[in-house]
């Protein structure tokens, strides 16, 4: 085993740091779905809202694609087919 490197062979620090890229996602989005009830077409979302929207969805996409740097291109690959079957 080479010293500093743990399962999957990344290092403790890519593991954090891929941990907290996936936390970012996750967190950006739920922001997007806390205030937004899509069915409620009596109260529809304003403009500043939607632009906001745009912005959380945009940066959980980057912190997704951080996170997902982290594996191997092949599990990545593998985990995506297996999403789409």
Not at 12 to 29: D, F, K, Q
Request: aromatic share 8%; hydrophobic share 45%; net charge positive.
């Amino acid at each position: 085993a080479v010293a500093g490197v743990g399962k999957g062979g990344m290092t403790r620090g890519e593991r954090e740091a891929a941990t907290g890229h996936g936390r970012e996602a996750a967190e950006a989005l739920f922001l997007v779905t806390g205030y937004f009830k899509p069915m409620d077409l009596e109260n529809r979302p304003s403009t500043e809202f939607l632009k906001f929207a745009v912005l959380a969805v945009g940066r959980s996409k980057a912190e997704l694609d951080a996170f997902l740097k982290a594996f191997p291109a092949e599990d990545v690959a593998e985990a995506k087919r297996r999403l789409v079957a």
